[in-house]
């Protein structure tokens, strides 16, 4: 009688532990692909543009390219890149207010060829003055805070 109890005990143990194990131990589900599917980075106008601009700029390195086709082409492409973004509306808007001459300046890489630029090609840095958006104040560069209210910098 004792084996019976102990032989049921055991499949009763052994019954709960494959239970509990047997989720863990099969193999896991892939998940399914998404309903859509996005273009090529080659299929889009912004892609294509920028990948000209990567083909120019390894042009110039090898020296299959003057300085000067260097800088015409890096300004149409730089342009068809930026007119794109536009268009697909990836948050490439216009600046809130121009210099007086026209040209941007970054801190770091000095004036930019792009007049309607936010950040500089360069270095990627925000161009131009930062503003607070509660008081107006002008924000001092990488600063978090505001000076005059104390609000945080967008």
């Not at 005990?9 to 998940?31: D, K, Q, T, V």
């Amino acid at each position: 009688m004792i084996y019976v109890e102990a032989l049921l005990a055991f499949l009763i143990g052994s019954a709960a532990l494959m239970l509990i194990l047997f989720p863990l131990l099969r193999p896991a589900e892939s998940a399914p692909a998404p309903a859509w599917e996005l273009p090529e980075l080659e299929e889009t106008r912004k892609g294509q543009a920028l990948i000209a601009l990567k083909e120019i700029e390894f042009d110039l390195a090898t020296g299959k390219l003057s300085d000067a086709d260097f800088s015409e082409l890096k300004r149409k492409f730089t342009n068809e890149a930026v007119a794109a973004m536009r268009e697909e509306g990836e948050g490439v808007a216009a600046p809130a207010a121009a210099p007086s001459a026209g040209v941007q300046s970054c801190p770091r890489c000095g004036p930019r060829p792009e007049k309607d630029a936010i950040f500089c090609s360069s270095c990627g840095g925000r161009l131009g003055v930062a503003a607070c958006a509660g008081c107006g104040a002008t924000l001092a560069s990488g600063s978090k805070f505001c000076e005059g209210c104390g609000r945080a910098a967008a």
